[in-house]
């Protein structure tokens, strides 16, 4: 079965396609030739994840699915959260929202926080499935490894002496909120 994954993130799609296997075949936004940017104005993770979908949906009537993700900081009251590919403003890196984030927990001591994917699925007009992910950690004070992407050198999940950076893709996709969320979506395929 082919679905589109609302994405033109390399990264995002190559982490997915591993968690899903041969089951299915994903398809980018590149792949079906859209190039245009897609709103994401909602103030949720989940408006957001829907928004995505819907919009890529009513143009192609395929099924598709998209994703959206936040880092919750609790001290700074769930910070970046819905902002965080953008969290150091417009058209920053992602190496700008990392030192903005560091240099915000500079004199904090509580850095726990956590990882919160939420997958929207539009297979029909008039139905959305929503799969969830999360996982709790601390904000390390520098960044440690060479893997994954974003935010992911200065996150240490909890119960792990490594961060996402530092873990195999395969490790990390076992644990993460974009892998669990992602496993509820395969297992849900599964069933159609």
Not at 2 to 11: G, L, P, Q, R, V
């Amino acid at each position: 079965m082919e679905i589109i994954f609302a994405t033109n993130n390399a990264h995002k799609l190559e982490e997915i396609q591993a968690i899903v296997g041969s089951h299915f075949k994903l398809l980018s936004l590149n792949d079906i030739g859209f190039n245009e940017e897609i709103p994401e104005t909602q103030p949720t993770i989940e408006g957001n994840a829907l928004q995505k979908a819907e919009y890529i949906f009513e143009r192609f009537n395929k099924p598709v699915f998209a994703d959206d993700t936040g880092l919750e900081v609790k001290v700074l009251n769930g910070e970046p959260g819905v902002y965080s590919a953008r969290y150091a403003g417009p058209n920053c890196s992602f190496s700008d929202n990392v030192n903005l984030l560091l240099q915000n927990l500079k004199s904090k001591k509580d850095r726990s926080a956590r990882f919160k994917t939420v997958i929207a699925l539009k297979m029909s007009a008039h139905k959305s499935e929503f799969f969830e992910g999360k996982i709790d950690g601390v904000i390390t004070e520098k960044l440690s490894g060479k893997g994954g992407f974003g935010y992911d050198p200065i996150f240490l999940p909890v119960g792990f002496k490594e961060t996402f950076s530092e873990m195999s893709p395969q490790a990390k996709n076992e644990i993460s909120h974009r892998g669990l969320a992602t496993q509820k979506l395969v297992n849900f395929l599964k069933t159609l």
